[in-house]
């Protein structure tokens, strides 16, 4: 007993001492703590404050610290889902409640110290992981809210990983923030059936997504966004063109309701990829080419479903339109020597508009006739211009010209089938397209091989024109003086092509125009398979045996031709 004195004595000794150091270590470190806190704003004493101060006690970010703090506020969550279900206050108010207490965590994620990246990272997806099932549970098992409330619940959250992202410079929690938004808004679209309010979420999230791309900040999520709007949009085109019947628990929407997620989506990407590319100089990348592709077909589908009556003419006047704006910008990009991508990219958008609307709005009788000043335009002007890329696009418009008028099947019937009367009106306007434009392409100068291949495509159009019409004129006389059968007519194509073949060669050999060279030698090739494919099929011995003579002269013949000069 006595002592116990002495033993009191010395631990309340100790536990001065323990006292005095845990003072110290506090005057050492706290200075640090409340200037983070306090350069972060946060009000001492609260949640945030707390978080914050203790991140700077540990710049590493203690792993285990971090984790404790994420699962205290799960536990948070729970206690409020506990209270609702317990109805200590009106369900809607708790809903409220756990909202803000979400958004609480994404903005102490946004406003932790430059060095606590883990802290950060940890916040963030704490702060998607309370909102998430919380939202789900909201929509799908109490539907507390209706849809538009709960997509604007999930607007808000992206706005406010939006926000603090931008003025802390926080791209984690922006990343983590469109990753959450994305998934959420897709999912509960599809689960809810109310596709319309959480797609303009993701619309609005893309949009964002955009203008940190260009702004050059962030770029990691815009994929994985875009990609949830493509689906959600395509699901409400797939939805709403189904029959009435299979659809008749999702709500009724309008014609401007349907035509206008595709379209702000569209204009959306079709801006921002000609700001990048136009105004920021920059190389068009390969998601960008992509996107505004799938949004326009997407847009597109949209009209011709949804639309008017008369939405094909529209849609064809839009993408005559939208040809001119991409002709203009390839202009511009090669005044400007700009990357061959980007030039390819819009070059190749304008020519596909430009057949596209010329076959939608253009009548039928006319169509042909607007390709074919089409071409010519784009051949001239490429020739004067040296620009071989225009001169592609003429050949494109003269293809599409013939396949509108009727020369291709005209060209199969007369030299391969019985001849099926006179050709269509705008077959020979086609042929003479084609003579003209194999003019344009600078004769004068050697020609690189782009430009030898052209001059053979528009060379080959002619001259199967003009053997075509040949050859029925051949047979038309011959009618004169007795009804041909097949083999009559295989003869004639086989004189034909033969004499055709010949003067091809002649030519180029004269002229020193190694393309006609190359389609005389094909005309040859052709007569050879016609021997056997139509000649000999026949039977008729005398006939095969002129066919084969008439052959065997243009063989010995067109080597010899080929070295006139």
Same mark, same amino acid.
């Not at 799908?140 to 959250?157: D, H, M």
């Not at 999230?205 to 990609?227: D, K, P, Q």
């Given at each position: 007993m006595n002592d116990l004195p002495e033993a009191i004595d010395q631990l309340v000794r100790r536990m001065d001492a323990l006292e005095s150091r845990v003072e110290d270590l506090e005057r050492s470190v706290s200075p640090h703590g409340s200037r983070a806190a306090s350069q972060a704003g946060a009000p001492p004493g609260t949640l945030e404050a707390v978080l914050l101060e203790g991140d700077a006690l540990a710049p590493a970010g203690s792993i285990f610290s971090v984790l404790g703090k994420a699962l205290l506020g799960i536990a948070g969550a729970y206690l409020l889902r506990a209270a609702a279900e317990a109805s200590l206050a009106p369900r809607p108010l708790m809903a409220i409640l756990g909202i803000a207490y979400a958004l609480l965590w994404l903005v102490v994620a946004a406003r932790a110290p430059v060095e606590?990246?883990?802290?950060?990272?940890?916040? #963030?997806?704490? +702060?998607?992981? *309370?909102?998430?099932?919380?939202?789900?549970?909201?929509? *799908?098992?109490?539907?507390?809210?209706?849809?538009?409330?709960?997509?604007?619940?999930?607007? /808000?959250?992206?706005?406010?990983?939006?926000?603090?992202?931008?003025?802390?410079?926080? #791209?984690?929690?922006? %990343?983590?923030?469109?990753? /959450?938004?994305?998934?959420?808004?897709?999912?509960?679209?599809? /689960?809810?059936?109310?596709?319309?309010?959480?797609?303009?979420?993701?619309?609005?999230?893309?949009?964002?997504?955009?203008?940190?791309?260009?702004?050059?900040?962030?770029?990691?999520?815009?994929?994985?966004?875009?990609?949830?709007?493509?689906? #959600?949009?395509?699901?409400?085109?797939?939805?709403?063109?189904?029959? %009435?019947?299979?659809?008749?628990?999702?709500?009724? &929407?309008?014609?401007?309701? &349907?035509?206008?997620?595709?379209?702000?989506?569209?204009?959306?990407?079709?801006?921002?990829?000609?700001?990048?590319?136009?105004?920021?100089?920059?190389?068009? #990348?390969?998601?960008?080419?992509? %996107?505004?592709?799938?949004?326009? &077909?997407?847009?597109?589908?949209?009209?011709?479903?949804?639309?008017?009556?008369? +939405?094909?003419?529209? &849609?064809?006047?839009?993408?005559?339109?939208?040809?001119?704006?991409?002709?203009?910008?390839?202009?511009?990009?090669?005044?400007?020597?700009?990357?061959?991508?980007?030039?390819?990219?819009? +070059?190749?958008? +304008?020519?596909?508009?430009?057949?596209?609307?010329?076959?939608?709005?253009?009548?039928?009788?006319?169509t042909a006739a607007w390709l074919c000043l089409a071409a010519l335009t784009g051949v001239v002007a490429g020739a004067r211009y040296k620009r071989v890329i225009l001169e592609f696009h003429g050949a494109a418009f003269l293809i599409a010209a013939a396949m509108a008028s009727g020369l291709v099947r005209y060209l199969g019937h007369s030299l391969f089938e019985v001849p099926a009367g006179l050709p269509g009106g705008m077959v020979l306007p086609v042929a003479a397209c084609a003579a003209i434009c194999y003019l344009a392409i600078g004769l004068d100068r050697p020609a690189p091989w782009q430009q030898q291949a052209l001059r053979l495509l528009f060379g080959a159009l002619a001259v199967s024109t003009f053997s075509a019409l040949l050859a029925q004129g051949l047979a038309a006389m011959v009618e004169l003086e007795m009804v041909p059968a097949g083999h009559h007519l295989a003869f004639i194509r086989t004189l034909t092509l033969c004499a055709v073949s010949l003067a091809l060669v002649f030519a180029g050999a004269r002229l020193r125009r190694p393309e006609l060279n190359w389609l005389g030698y094909a005309g040859i090739a052709l007569t050879a398979v016609k021997l056997i494919v139509e000649d000999l099929r026949h039977g008729h011995l005398e006939y095969v045996a002129a066919s084969i003579f008439l052959f065997a002269l243009t063989l010995i013949a067109a080597p010899r031709l080929a070295r006139v000069r």
């Open positions: 606590a990246r883990l802290a950060r990272a940890v916040y #963030a997806a704490n +702060s998607a992981v *309370i909102l998430a099932p919380m939202l789900w549970e909201l929509a *799908i098992r109490f539907k507390v809210f209706p849809a538009p409330a709960i997509a604007a619940a999930i607007a /808000a959250f992206e706005l406010t990983a939006f926000f603090a992202a931008v003025k802390s410079h926080r #791209a984690v929690v922006l %990343q983590i923030g469109n990753t /959450a938004v994305a998934v959420l808004g897709l999912a509960l679209a599809i /689960a809810t059936h109310a596709t319309l309010p959480f797609l303009a979420v993701l619309i609005l999230a893309a949009a964002l997504c955009e203008y940190r791309s260009v702004a050059g900040t962030e770029r990691s999520a815009r994929i994985f966004m875009a990609l949830s709007a493509d689906l #959600a949009l395509w699901l409400l085109i797939y939805i709403y063109s189904s029959p %009435q019947g299979t659809r008749a628990d999702y709500p009724a &929407l309008g014609t401007v309701a &349907l035509l206008a997620p595709g379209a702000v989506l569209f204009l959306l990407y079709a801006s921002m990829t000609a700001f990048k590319v136009l105004i920021k100089a920059q190389k068009i #990348a390969v998601f960008d080419t992509a %996107q505004t592709t799938i949004t326009f &077909l997407l847009a597109t589908v949209a009209l011709i479903e949804f639309g008017p009556a008369s +939405s094909k003419v529209v &849609l064809g006047v839009v993408c005559l339109v939208l040809a001119g704006a991409c002709y203009a910008a390839t202009l511009m990009l090669l005044r400007r020597d700009a990357p061959w991508r980007n030039i390819m990219v819009f +070059s190749t958008w +304008s020519g596909a508009l430009i057949l596209a609307g010329s076959f939608l709005s253009f009548p039928e009788a006319w």
